[in-house]
């Protein structure tokens, strides 16, 4: 499922070989999850306006090398939409069929997001920020809750007490920034034990081990 914007279009570069109008394919959109799939037509148009196989336009034939192909999606601007390649063929003669690459969404929402590692930090350990936005980032503001600060894209930081800080990204994109808080829980972790004894002695000693 993808997030269209206004003026969203699919591109992708593909190479394929199909028996001329008898197997072929061709692109459809609907809305995420429900519905009926719509053709989208490709800019310049399909190949063939018939294709045996698949009942519709498509493509078809062979496309000789690889081919970059777009798609205009604006007419699904707001929406969430899933994309289906249907592919079609008979049982007669045998091609080496359809290979796509480089699938480009140009005007999908971009989304900020971010995960942390250690989950559940301690005191003083430090923490690795892995910045998972989409799409191409201009840059990256991180604030950490606790008056910490950074632009790298993947920093690390360190909480010098325990609570529950609020972590928050602001990602760059083209459109404006977009945000993502994550609550980070830092806790105080295990003290260390220690006692004093002179050669000679004898002792125990008993520990809880949480």
Do not use: C, K
């Amino acid at each position: 499922a993808v997030p269209v914007s206004g003026g969203g279009r699919i591109s992708f570069w593909h190479w394929y070989a199909f028996e001329s109008g008898y197997d072929g394919g061709n692109l459809s959109v609907r809305p995420s999850g429900s519905g009926s799939y719509t053709l989208v037509t490709p800019e310049g148009g399909y190949p063939s306006s018939d294709v045996s196989a698949l009942g519709q336009p498509g493509f078809t034939g062979s496309s000789g090398s690889w081919q970059e192909v777009s798609f205009d999606l604006s007419a699904w601007a707001g929406q969430t939409v899933d994309l289906r390649w249907h592919f079609a063929s008979d049982y007669s003669i045998e091609e080496l069929g359809w290979y796509l690459d480089d699938l480009t969404v140009a005007g999908a929402e971009h989304v900020a997001d971010f995960e942390f590692d250690p989950p559940t930090p301690t005191v003083g350990e430090p923490v690795l920020f892995t910045d998972r936005s989409s799409g191409p980032v201009a840059g990256w503001s991180w604030d950490f809750g606790d008056g910490g600060s950074s632009t790298e894209q993947n920093p690390s930081h360190a909480f010098g007490a325990e609570g529950v800080y609020e972590v928050t990204l602001t990602a760059g994109y083209p459109e404006g920034p977009r945000m993502r808080t994550r609550p980070v829980s830092v806790g105080v972790g295990a003290g260390v034990f220690s006692d004093g004894f002179e050669s000679g002695d004898t002792g125990a000693w008993s520990v809880t081990v949480p």
